[in-house]
């Protein structure tokens, strides 16, 4: 543990640079600068992470400072106990990353270069479940003030801190992934770091399907079945696992919803339908279920984080076990920042008594020049 001199030094570093203004770096940039992956290039790529992960990550810790309602000090914002594990706040792993890079010597060589893609990559790995986490000590403080009966009026302002938090995790990873992704000495034809310029959205709906039928499976012993419509030749340029991670939580919920409505039911199980549309301005996505819909009452809350359809949320207080089917309320508000932070958006549409339909809206990455969060 850093001793307190050094550890007040750090802090005072993470004010200054928290000050400091973000620079932004457009897709299009991102992807004429990837396509020609040169040495001279990737060192270029580390000397300008290593002067701008500093700020984005500095301006994390410090709002992880200041979380609304005392969210900082609820016990889930501690890395969970568990056996050996230490007990460290989701800030202190910011503090770590911050310290980490600040520490690393000017990149000036092809070995710093390497050595730097090292040290960030890990980073990454770090911060792995930040967002199980964090959803943890909404889910416990969203108990205590059902238990206490005491809801702040200014409860917004724990979905806005949480927006801000999550979209800049988003930004930072995207960074951190894309100058690691360049490393790949053998990438796939038209793949561009963490960008396929010909992705395949059928392809990567059945994938998600699949994965979110199997949870279904695991969890209930049977699984609605899926059908995918579209053209299976069409391609666009996107980051294959954000889709993912949109779709598989789009499916999931569906799949759920439509099993809980039908186990008990001696009527055919419908399927859920996933339609892919290439439009002239965005490529949509849209994810049909006759799960019973959501109550109009219900829908204004869909993308806070302090809700979810799920009965009996699992238990994070003992060993995670994997992905379940639900449901901490963090799902739809990640999918839809996901899918805003390259200019779409994520609908909900729902018939109570009927089904939902969610309508993934995602804009054509090629032509992009807007800086990224």
Known sequence: MASEPVARAVAEEVGRWGSMKQTGVSLRYMMEFGSRPTERNLLLSAQFLHKELPIRIAR???????LPFGLSR???????????WSVNKVRDWYMDSFRDIRFF???RSRN????FTQMIKMIKVRHNNVVPTM????QQLKQEQCRTKKIPSGFDEIHEFLDRFYMSRIGIRMLIGQHVALHDPDPEPGVIGLINTKLSPIQVAQAA????RS???????SAPDINIYGDPTFTFPYVASHLHLMLFELVKNSLRAVQERYMNSDKDVPPVRII?????????IKVSDEGGGIPRSGLPRIFTYLYSTAKNPPDMDGPCEGVTMAGYGYGLPISRLYARYFGGDLQIISMEGYGTDAYLHLSRLGDSEEPLP
Do not use: F, M, N
């Open 135 to 138: 959803a943890l000590g909404v």
């Open 60 to 66: 994390r810790a410090l709002e992880l400072d200041s």
């Open 215 to 221: 949870i279904c499976l695991r969890e209930y012993g």
């Open 105 to 107: 010597p000017e990149v």
């Open 74 to 84: 609820k016990p889930a914002i501690l890395k969970v106990i568990l056996g050996k």
């Open 209 to 212: 399907s699949e994965d979110a």
């Open 276 to 284: 892919v549309a290439d439009g002239a301005e965005d490529v949509t």
């Open 112 to 115: 710093d270069e390497l050595a």
